[in-house]
């Protein structure tokens, strides 16, 4: 599914218009990336919580030449699915 089945989805399960369900998408993922920008995680009940972690500096290899290289600490983001997600899915 990509984003345009996405609002379609939402407008017909909502009752809104694929415009109104395409502002609120684009306010739900304005508000994620927020959260997450300020180290903040959401938490949306059953569905699952957005996080951030911080991966630690590590050692790598360059696959073309073997040399050692040092991949560099990073935040990365995270998404943990709630009970009630795992539970649709199975």
Do not use: H, Y
């Not at 996405?6 to 609120?24: F, Q, V």
């Not at 590590?58 to 990365?76: D, L, V, Y």
């Amino acid at each position: 599914m990509n984003k345009s089945e996405l609002i379609d989805a939402i407008a017909d399960s909502s009752g809104l218009t694929k415009a109104d369900a395409g502002r609120a998408l684009d306010g739900f993922l304005t508000a994620v990336t927020t959260a997450l920008s300020k180290g903040d995680s959401l938490a949306l009940v059953g569905f699952g919580t957005f996080s951030v972690k911080e991966r630690a500096e590590r050692k790598g290899r360059n696959p073309q030449t073997g040399e050692e290289i040092t991949i560099s600490a990073a935040k990365i983001p995270t998404f943990k699915a709630g009970k009630s997600l795992k539970d649709a899915v199975n």
